[in-house]
């Protein structure tokens, strides 16, 4: 087979497979909000084949870094996503302050999901200042995580205000295209109900 139509084969069969753990991974948080995006892994850098090179040895060293790099991609991953449910489940078990460490630990500060649970954590806590400036990050990450917009809104309802609560409510539904999605209901709930803890 020709060098080009090898590389080219390479290059489908790493699209095929980076597309495909890309589609799974919704399914390894199941039940779980889905986990945000680990960072890219940089793209290695493979000098060129030498112009008059007959050898393969060149492709193989190639192939054996871009194999070593994908493995590491791979593992990097799971470790994320580990993290991820690792700190989730401290958000669930009113473990808040070390849930905080944990969410920023996994160095993702800037994820829509990541920036909402820490937000939502500092709520909980009781510090409504850092817990806005974690909502405005993930709304400035992710403006359509309607996740942020529902938990948003429930802040503003315990800062007593209920009008702006209910804004939120209608830019869930404009997200949702709904008014029977999750965070919808949850959120329309708590401003019939009228708490002051949610």
């Known amino acids: 087979m020709p060098l080009r139509h090898a590389h080219r ?3 489908v069969i790493t699209g095929a497979l980076v597309g495909f753990a890309l589609s799974i991974a919704p399914v390894l948080a199941a039940g ?3 986990p945000p995006p680990a960072a890219a892994a940089p793209a290695p850098t493979h000098p060129p084949p030498a112009a008059n090179s007959k050898s393969n040895s060149g492709m193989s060293t190639q192939k054996t870094r871009k194999k070593k790099n994908d493995q590491q991609s791979q593992q990097e991953y ?3 996503i580990d993290g991820y449910k690792a700190a989730r489940a401290l958000v669930l078990d009113g473990k808040y302050e070390g849930a905080i460490q944990a969410f920023r630990a996994l160095g993702h500060d800037d994820s829509a999901e990541v ?9 909980k806590l009781g510090d409504y200042e850092l817990s806005k400036v974690w909502y405005d990050r993930a709304l400035a990450a992710d403006p359509e995580h309607v996740r942020t917009w529902e938990y948003y809104g429930l802040w503003h309802l315990e800062q007593g205000n209920k009008l702006k609560a209910h804004d939120f409510l209608e830019k869930v539904h404009a997200l949702c295209g709904n008014t029977t999605c999750q965070e919808y209901v949850d959120l329309k709930a708590a401003i019939e109900d009228g708490r002051n803890s949610y």
Do not use: F, I, K, S
């Open 32 to 34: 779980d909000p889905e």
């Open 78 to 80: 799971q470790e994320y």
């Open 9 to 11: 084969l390479e290059t």
């Open 115 to 123: 920036a909402n649970y820490v937000g939502y954590a500092y709520r």
